[in-house]
């Protein structure tokens, strides 16, 4: 019986380490810039602390067994079997300037945040968001490489006029490293708990010594 349940256990061991390896994630940093040119930041960017080749960074999180062997396909986010354990800061996140965003802040109604591929090779993001500037919301849209910001109408909702400002992402990734997503950081315990520890392994010292000095004077 007990050799039938280790056998039941290694193979229950061995099969959720064949379901937990069909999925690897890795992590990754990208940059990128303003396009330098004469017309790639305008009013009211322009002069308010964004200039042409200006940088941009990021870091972002991928399953590389959904990644396509060909065509140009973007795998999202939705798609990740462990998204939910992943914090959407650490799944995606880009800073151009004073503008910051996360995979919490992609409109989930006009597009799905993915990652873009081309025949296997990263390609960029998809990606959409709005944000006040000035007391005016504008769009920030990440279509493969290419990032731009327009003006959003008070009265529809959608992004309008010209572009005010272009940027795109480079293609090289750096620091690619492992990511486990379920991985449990461990806590620090309070103070208070710490007190509660100390008191409680004094009182199991204590105890110990009792039973101790009862024993020798029974002897």
Do not use: C
Not at 33 to 38: D, E, R
Not at 73 to 89: H, K, L, M, R
């Amino acid at each position: 019986m007990r050799s039938s349940t280790l056998s039941f256990g290694i193979a229950a061991l061995l099969l959720s380490a064949n379901v937990a390896s069909a999925d690897v994630y890795m992590t990754a940093n990208f940059s990128g810039a303003i396009n330098p040119g004469p017309a790639n930041v305008k009013a009211p960017f322009s002069g308010n602390g964004f200039t042409q080749s200006d940088p941009l960074s990021g870091s972002f999180v991928f399953d590389s067994s959904l990644i396509p062997a060909s065509g140009t396909v973007n795998v999202f986010y939705s798609s990740f079997p462990d998204i939910a354990a992943i914090a959407p800061a650490t799944a995606f996140n880009l800073t151009l300037n004073g503008l910051s965003f996360d995979l919490s802040d992609n409109i989930n109604a006009e597009t799905s945040a993915g990652i873009r591929y081309n025949n296997g090779v990263f390609g960029g993001f998809n990606f959409i968001t709005n944000f006040s500037f000035q007391s005016k919301d504008y769009q920030f849209r990440i279509e493969g490489t290419a990032i731009t910001v327009r003006l959003v109408d008070p009265n529809t909702g959608f992004a309008i006029g010209n572009k005010l400002i272009n940027a795109h992402i480079d293609l090289g990734l750096t620091n690619v490293a492992p990511f486990d997503p379920n991985a449990v950081t461990p806590a620090v315990p309070e103070p208070s708990t710490w007190a509660m520890m100390i008191l409680g392994f004094a009182g199991v010292g204590f105890m110990a010594y009792r039973r101790r000095n009862r024993l020798q004077h029974v002897a």
